[in-house]
């Protein structure tokens, strides 16, 4: 899909309509007049956010000040959520509002007893604006705690459509023919696929869509809430047709080594960017964002994708992910920070970062127009429209110190793995071993 200029000025306009101002050039967009009650008052907010994450993230911070006179202060986590703010509570440094990436961190918190409930409006905004999906995800023993502000698409295998054209091959729909073209891009003198094999988490992502497709939904319910053992046979079996991937080096640039050695912004600047090394890069929509912010990319022309393909007979994989906004109960102001995420549930809101791109909205108010892409108003709209049929990234479902922990856990085992992925039955039987450990804990 070609993006042209009419279609940008056309959602840039309508942008403006819904906001009362618009910075189609990059700038923060106003959120509007406001009360100014919260004058003098100031937040800390606390995510994994980094780069243009935080970038865009800062611009929703801006218009929520601007609306209502509350200063705000982000602060970077770095992918250690779980470990960061349970040492910030302990100091007596806590954030007001937490961006929790993962539902089994977020479960964690409330057990803990470090959570705020959301209030009655935001809980009413949620109920009337979201698939329930999102309220399930975001609830712990039926209270409502967490709010997902930011969705992601995680089933979209991202290219180069020069590179592709080049080999002359067409956006594949099954995992074997994926694998056949790119042997045929790797022919053309790119490697074919660019994997983040330094970020265990890129990783837990490649299996969940594998696993989803080849095992089927109610297997992946049953994995993603350990009621069935990672040494079942569809483990081993989802790993096996992973590892065709890993174990060929002609597919991954930089083979094991180069994977290994390269983190997820570095994966996508291997396809995108100003010296190209790999046709394909597998990843959530918010690739996207990146290759627009960080390397001048035209997302539709010169950046697409295409779904993650159908494994075996199975259907093609949709996982979602997200960040959820909670408000801790050892913050100073409480007040300003429910008003935070109140906020945050408006089409409004969501507006600010969807028009700068790398970002999807799971409420159903928010215009399509507030995205400033094709591409990315597509992708919005299918996982708005798969409602509660889509699947929640597995591994952010999990305890934190198996899912969501940086060198330990499934990271760490399947980094290995894309070591040496020799021994699939082995490896199934240390995610069980480190699986049980985490989930008694």
């Known amino acids: 899909m070609m993006r ?28 509007g007049g406001g009360d100014k009650s919260l004058d003098g008052q100031t937040i800390t907010v606390a995510g994994v956010w980094s780069g243009s994450e935080q970038k865009n993230f800062q611009k929703v911070l801006d218009a ?4 209502t006179g509350a200063k705000t202060r982000f602060v970077s986590t770095g992918d250690n959520v779980s470990t960061v703010i349970g040492s910030k509570i302990e100091g007596g440094k806590a954030p007001e509002v937490v961006m929790v990436p993962q539902v089994g961190v977020l479960q964690q918190f409330a057990k803990q007893g470090w959570l705020e409930p959301l209030s009655k409006k935001a809980g009413a905004a949620v109920d009337a604006d979201y698939a329930s999906v999102w309220k399930n995800y975001g609830s712990v023993d039926g209270t409502l705690y967490g709010l997902y502000f930011k969705a992601a698409h995680k089933s979209t295998v991202w290219y180069s459509p020069e590179a592709l054209d080049r080999a002359g091959v067409e956006p594949p729909t099954t995992y074997d023919a994926m694998l056949k073209a790119g042997h045929t891009v790797s022919d053309s003198g790119l490697a074919a696929f660019s994997v983040a094999g330094q970020d265990g988490w890129t990783l837990t992502d490649w299996f969940e869509n594998i696993y989803l497709s080849q095992a089927g939904p109610e297997k992946y319910d049953a994995l993603a809430t350990h009621r069935i053992k990672w040494t ?13 991937l890993f174990k060929d080096k002609q597919l991954m640039a930089g083979g094991q080594k180069g994977a290994l050695n390269t983190d997820f912004p570095g994966s996508v600047e291997k396809v995108f960017g100003p010296e190209p090394q790999a046709g394909m890069v597998y990843e959530g929509d918010f690739v996207a964002g990146v290759a627009k912010d960080q390397f001048g990319r035209k997302i539709g022309e010169d950046a697409n994708f295409f779904p993650f393909p159908a494994v075996a007979d199975g259907k093609a994989p949709v996982v979602s992910g997200g960040d959820a906004a909670v408000v801790l109960k050892d913050g100073k102001n409480q007040k300003a920070a429910m008003r935070f995420l109140e906020y945050l549930t408006t089409p409004e809101a969501s507006a600010v970062w969807a028009g700068a791109g790398g970002f999807l909205s799971p409420n159903k108010k928010l215009d399509l127009a507030a995205y400033g892409d094709d591409v990315t108003r597509e992708t919005a709209k299918s996982l708005v429209a798969a409602g509660d049929s889509v699947r929640f990234d597995m591994s952010d479902q999990a305890p934190a110190a198996f899912g969501g922990t940086k060198g330990a856990g499934e990271w760490k085992i399947l980094q290995d793995f894309l070591r040496d992925p020799s021994d699939p039955k082995g490896t199934a039987a240390e995610l069980e071993s480190a699986a049980a450990k985490a989930y008694k804990g």
């Open 64 to 67: 929520f000040t601007e609306k």
């Open 4 to 31: 042209r200029r009419t279609n940008l000025l056309a959602s840039c306009t309508a942008l403006a309509l819904a906001l009362g101002a618009t910075a189609c050039g990059g700038g923060p967009v106003s959120a």
């Open 232 to 244: 079942d046979p569809t483990v081993v079996e989802a790993l096996t047709t992973l590892g065709k």
